[in-house]
């Protein structure tokens, strides 16, 4: 704890919306019951599984869509081929994750606008069917759209 020091020459900086938050701090120890290992690997596994089934619905339909992540992160990718760097994301459609995201939010499933599911701890097999289903849908209705809007015009 000394190293974040203010008086220090070297201390390191510290800065924070909830710092010496009484609320937050009390949060965190509650949470920290509640989010045991157990929990964490079994978060992770039902992201995991979720991501395997959204991508296998996009494939399944030929569209240049991805979900890439790690456990219970993810984020939406309209485009085809390797994502290895933010670089790989470049040649995005800039208006389809906003397109999703509002889209999403019309059949109940809250999304970043740019992209981005994460998993709760609340969350069972029934949401992560809710956004599987929300997900066919959005492609059912705006597939040939998306697959249209990535191919090259000639």
């Known amino acids: 704890m000394a190293l974040y020091d203010p008086n220090r020459p070297d201390a390191l900086a510290h800065a924070g919306t909830f710092n010496n938050n009484a609320i937050s701090m009390a949060a965190a120890?509650?949470?920290?019951t509640v989010l045991t290992s157990?929990?964490?690997?079994?978060?992770?596994v039902m992201g995991d599984a979720l991501r395997a089934k959204l991508?296998?619905?996009a494939q399944a339909r030929a569209l240049p869509i991805q979900f890439t992540g790690n456990g219970s992160m993810m984020n939406i990718h309209f485009r085809e081929g390797d994502i290895r760097t933010i670089a790989d994301t470049e040649t995005?459609?800039?208006n389809a994750k906003p397109f999703f995201h509002l889209e999403m939010l019309e059949r109940g499933q809250y999304l970043t606008c740019k992209g981005m599911l994460n998993l709760s701890l609340p969350?069972?097999?029934r949401e992560l069917e809710g956004v599987a289903s929300a997900f066919e849908d959005f492609l059912e209705l705006n597939g040939?759209?998306?697959?249209a809007s990535s191919s090259p015009l000639t």
Do not use: F, H, T
């Open 123 to 125: 969350m069972s097999a």
């Open 92 to 94: 995005e459609d800039p």
């Open 55 to 57: 991508n296998g619905i």
């Open 144 to 147: 040939r759209l998306i697959a």
């Open 29 to 32: 120890v509650a949470a920290a």
């Open 38 to 44: 157990d929990r964490l690997v079994q978060l992770n």
